[in-house]
């Protein structure tokens, strides 16, 4: 089996979705289920935010004049619906269910095309940024892949590699570095420490980093957010395997 990890940076107006994240930097949409057929795609999707970050994301679903996850620039013709499943006062989940028309396009379709049957999904949506996790059995085209996701996307969004690897390899080394972080996440940390931004006071702010890596504020932070997770679930895992060690002695 192998994992292909990517990312989808949106344009202002391309996603209503992005749109809404973007306006609420501290919200975030993960998939919870993700499934799709040659003529359907339905999927599970957990917010968390605040009410007003809430209300934003629910209206971006249920109002939008075609569905999220659909790469067309306009309208398809698309029958979609998507309920309400539970909301508090900072979680939403929703359920979505699509049934796609000729001319539209989504990931997990055109994953279907190119990659075969059975490819798992798991997303992460952030401001504009959104993670695509992809478990596939390898023997699909990942080139094409991406050739017809680059024709889908067109001008609405940048996509970025962030991970290709065999699942069984070990998480150490299946990303390019020895923090076992993707490249572009690596940079974006080195550089952070490089230019201050974890000094105390901060010696550059979020805005002027992105301006010295010539990248997208949102991408920028979301970056240092992956990276950041992934070292601090890294340390917390190494502290329990050495308090595991001390007690066998």
């Not at 009410?51 to 249920?62: Q, V």
Request: hydrophobic share 35%; net charge negative.
């Amino acid at each position: 089996m192998r994992e292909l990890v990517f990312a989808l940076e949106y344009e202002p107006g391309c996603n209503r979705v992005a749109d809404a994240l973007a306006d609420h930097p501290d919200a975030r949409v993960r998939s919870l289920s993700l499934h799709a057929t040659a003529e359907r795609l339905w999927r599970v999707d957990h917010a968390t935010g605040t009410p007003e970050a809430l209300d934003a994301i629910e209206d971006a679903f249920l109002t939008g004049d075609y569905y999220a996850d659909c790469l067309a620039t306009e309208d398809c013709g698309a029958t979609q619906t998507t309920r309400v499943l539970d909301r508090t006062d900072d979680t939403l989940i929703l359920y979505s269910d699509w049934e796609r028309t000729p001319t539209c396009a989504s990931v997990p379709h055109i994953a279907r095309d190119h990659l075969g049957d059975g490819v798992l999904f798991e997303t992460r949506h952030e401001g504009r940024h959104y993670t695509w996790r992809l478990i596939h059995s390898g023997d699909g085209d990942v080139a094409a892949f991406f050739d017809a996701l680059e024709v889908a996307v067109g001008e609405c969004a940048q996509m970025e590699m962030l991970r290709t690897a065999d699942t069984t390899t070990s998480a150490g080394g299946r990303d390019g570095t020895p923090s076992g972080l993707p490249p572009a996440q690596e940079a974006a940390l080195q550089a952070a420490v490089e230019h201050g931004y974890y000094e105390s006071p901060r010696e550059v702010d979020v805005g002027e980093l992105a301006g010295h890596l010539d990248v997208p504020r949102s991408t920028l932070t979301y970056r240092l957010r992956r990276a950041e997770e992934h070292l601090a679930k890294q340390h917390v895992a190494g502290e329990r395997v050495a308090e595991e060690r001390l007690a066998s002695h």
